[in-house]
């Protein structure tokens, strides 16, 4: 081996030491000059500086540091942030409008859905599309009919069976409402009731029509006897809208749920069972009656059952 070539081993050797000693390792012998046999260049570093006086230093933001604790995040980052929560945003919206759609009766029951047609009609991706009629399936208010989706029918066994099941469990809840409920509490129903009243609107009522007896539920604070309130007023609340078009529905139920809520206040147990139970059996009387009157422009798709 000739002597330079010695040399130029030499001074390799001594600039990957250099390299290593200053927390470099490889990237000083990358960084260096090689010439096309391999060996270093005629550019050395100086014996008095380091290699990260020379190389570029490592960005502590590249992918080897990308795992640091601390790193701002990006500007890619944030804004993709920012579209996931703009995106969620839009699927609740999105379900808000369809299960009002549907609960106000502006979608029939039976009706078809398909997902393209709600691609066109609400401007939107298949996915928030998906996840909306995910969860009204889940809801009762949607079915699957074959490769596609359905308004769900009125189902007379179910709504009887609701009904049933509300007997039982919606006089345990006001029991329990009228030992344990506050002045303040009833008052902020009291008000709500009365606004929905006076200021009707088909938003409002959905709004509370599902919303009281579920909120004298919750003064139960037994959260198992609100949730099955919950499910049991929204399996029911397209019925009611048939009976509650009219005025005088409204001014019942208005009257009605008043009725409901003094006895509560009053920490009248039974009477306030019984006052839930006599508006149960109402209201289901009213409901068979709409569906019935309105079987001619629902069409067959429309009821089931009896």
Not at 39 to 57: C, E, F, I, S
Not at 255 to 272: M, N, P, V
């Amino acid at each position: 081996m000739t002597q330079a070539r010695i040399q130029e081993r030499l001074d390799q050797r001594d600039l990957f030491r250099r390299g290593n000693k200053d927390g470099l390792g490889l990237q000083a012998v990358a960084g260096a000059d090689f010439g096309d046999d391999g060996a270093v260049g005629k550019t050395r570093y100086p014996r008095n500086q380091g290699a990260h006086d020379v190389l570029p230093p490592l960005e502590t933001n590249s992918f080897s540091f990308g795992c640091q604790v601390g790193i701002p995040p990006t500007r890619e980052a944030s804004m993709t942030a920012i579209a996931t929560a703009q995106q969620q945003q839009e699927g609740t919206d999105l379900l808000s409008r369809l299960r009002f759609s549907i609960l106000s009766l502006e979608l029939v029951p039976g009706e078809p859905i398909s997902e393209r047609s709600l691609e066109a009609q609400f401007k939107m991706s298949r996915t928030p599309i998906r996840e909306a009629l995910f969860h009204l399936v889940r809801d009762g208010l949607v079915i699957r009919e074959g490769r596609g989706y359905a308004v769900a029918p009125f189902d007379m066994e179910e709504i009887e069976e609701v009904f049933a099941f509300r007997d039982i469990v919606e006089p345990a809840a006001v029991r329990l409402a009228a030992r344990l409920a506050t002045d303040a509490e009833t008052d902020a129903i009291r008000r709500s009731i009365t606004l929905g009243h006076q200021e009707f609107t088909p938003e409002r009522w959905l709004d509370l029509g599902l919303d009281f007896h579920v909120r004298c539920a919750a003064l139960s604070r037994n959260r198992c006897l609100t949730a099955a309130m919950q499910d049991v007023t929204l399996r029911t609340v397209r019925a009611r809208w048939l009976s509650f078009a009219s005025e005088e529905g409204r001014a019942t139920t208005h009257r009605e749920h008043s009725e409901i809520l003094d006895l509560i206040c009053a920490k009248d147990e039974t009477g306030a069972a019984c006052a839930v139970l006599a508006h149960s059996a109402a209201v289901r009387q009213d409901v068979r009656k709409a569906i019935n009157s309105a079987r001619r422009f629902m069409g067959r798709r429309g009821v089931v059952g009896e």
